[in-house]
């Protein structure tokens, strides 16, 4: 097993997330991503990934804000978004919200979006640490493949 972080994302004032994964994964640089995850799959397949990215945000600012502008995408005007609920991933609150749209590279995509905030110490930055974690998986594949990352999220940590 592998543990990941994202303290190479070079933002001192973010939470730092860190994931662990197995051989099958591998880390990959995705462009504006603090940490990108991806399942090895056959040649041809959309390959499952869990996305990373952290943030600082005034006081007042939630997840569920973050959320709520993926109503507002002008580039994936196909974007089917469910209602945001309430999950807890290792005891930490996160709002998730669950999208599917249509790329046209990789055909149908589901998405699980999850963010949370995490309070600095008072010693420290000021406003609110945000974590945002998307996993994508190919449409047809979502029954096989979104399970794959209740494994890795099990593995989370979080420190201000």
């Known amino acids: 097993m592998t543990r ?3 303290s190479k994302a070079g933002k001192p ?3 730092i997330v860190s994931l662990e994964v197995d051989a099958d994964w591998e880390a990959r640089d995705v462009p504006d991503a603090d940490l990108a ?3 090895r799959t056959a040649t041809g397949h959309f390959a499952p990934n869990l996305t990373v990215f952290t943030d600082r945000r005034p006081d007042g600012f939630g997840p569920r804000d973050l959320l709520d502008a993926l109503d507002h995408n002008p580039d994936r ?3 089917v978004a469910e209602e945001t609920f309430t999950t807890s991933i290792v005891g930490i609150p996160f709002a998730a919200r669950v999208v599917s749209f249509t790329d046209p590279a990789a055909g ?3 998405q699980l979006h ?7 110490d008072a010693d420290s930055e000021p406003g609110v640490g945000l974590v945002y974690i998307v996993g994508t998986v190919a449409g047809a594949r979502v029954d096989q493949d979104l399970p794959l990352f209740k494994g890795v999220l099990d593995t989370l940590l979080i420190s201000a």
């Open 77 to 79: 005007p196909d974007l």
């Open 4 to 6: 990941y972080d994202t």
């Open 108 to 110: 149908t995509l589901a």
């Open 37 to 39: 995850l991806v399942l």
């Open 114 to 120: 999850l963010a949370t905030a995490v309070k600095a």
């Open 13 to 15: 004032a973010a939470p």
